[in-house]
């Protein structure tokens, strides 16, 4: 009975999950792609499943291992509230196969190398759709701009440049900016940023990465900074890490032992929203740099700063939608 019901087990939760994050209020934070790709997936494997109930044991036995590892997979994109729920699909997926699969060691070592192929592919394949839009642009634009970074940083490597497009709102500044960084994000992290995260903090702990003795306050750039741009700047300098923020620029500072980088950001004007460049220098301050660099870009630039990003322009979004309903509100009041 348990055998004959466990294949209509995990499409179901896994429509559950779908259904659930479609209508929930915090669906913005799951891309619908991703809710799509979960429903043809267990859309898929319960047709082949359910075809195959009665014979022909080859899709039947292959069918519910890769779209374990599919689901995995896309949990490890999206938030962990909705990556729960298709993990639980996928274990019903997994144990579905387990009764339905030949007995024996080297049968199971085969089924988990499918689980961690699907996973693998299906991940790509989301970072691809999901996260494409989200890549280092060509610095030239960026290094045109007439900016103080340019010439404060003179002597630090570009390493890459992002944009951030961002829709909506009047007379912003960099403050505005720095505002929401300073509050930081109130929607959950991806499973794969908080893996990123944690495995950066044991590495660090390990290897005395994050050490204070590497935080030196007298390398700090805030010293090269000229009484103009002091007073120009809207914070004091080295304030919550921001060598200077200006009203449309600003640049913070991080230094460990393995790099002495930087992040500068400028914001532009553009019709119908503004654009936020985000600049990435990176100081060599060990030998050890340029193999750190090499370690972490692959996981900077596909899940850090993508997520990053998209989260900068929700939190944006919602802020700007929030006063502008304020707004309309204040103004129904006085007519």
Known sequence: MIKQALPF?????????????????????????????VALIALAAGVILTATRRGGTGSKVLSPWLASGALLGAAAIGPPTFA???????????????????????RLRSRLGLVAGAGFVNAVFLWVFLLGSHRPVDPTEFQSKALRVHTLLAD?????????????????????????FMQGFTEPETTALVGVAAFRMLLGRVFG????????????????????DRERSLHEPGDHGFVYTFQDEALVEIVNCTVHAFVAM??????????LYWA????????ITPYYMALIDPFRRLIVYPSIIERVEKRWHDNVG???????????REE
């Not at 499409?11 to 799509?36: E, Y």
């Not at 993990?87 to 387990?98: E, I, K, P, R």
């Not at 570009?158 to 505002?179: F, I, S």
């Not at 990435?280 to 301050?285: A, P, S, T």
């Open 9 to 37: 087990v995990g499409p179901a939760v896994a429509f559950v999950a779908v259904a659930a994050s479609w209508v929930a209020s915090s669906v913005d934070l799951v891309p619908r792609i991703l809710l799509a790709d």
């Open 84 to 106: 729960l729920w298709i993990a639980l699909a996928a274990l019903a997926f997994a144990a579905s196969g387990t009764l339905s699969s030949p007995r024996g060691r080297p």
């Open 156 to 180: 630090v490597p570009l390493h890459d440049v992002w944009m951030v497009r961002l829709r909506g709102g009047e007379d912003r500044t960099m403050q505005d900016v720095r505002t929401l």
């Open 209 to 228: 990465w994050d050490s204070e003795e590497c935080d030196e306050p007298a390398s700090s750039y805030a010293h090269h900074l000229s009484d103009a």
């Open 266 to 275: 400028a914001l532009e004007p553009t019709e119908g929203g503004y654009i």
């Open 280 to 287: 990435v220098y990176v100081k060599r301050n060990s030998w």
């Open 322 to 332: 929030h006063e502008e309903n304020r707004d309309r509100a204040i103004g129904l």
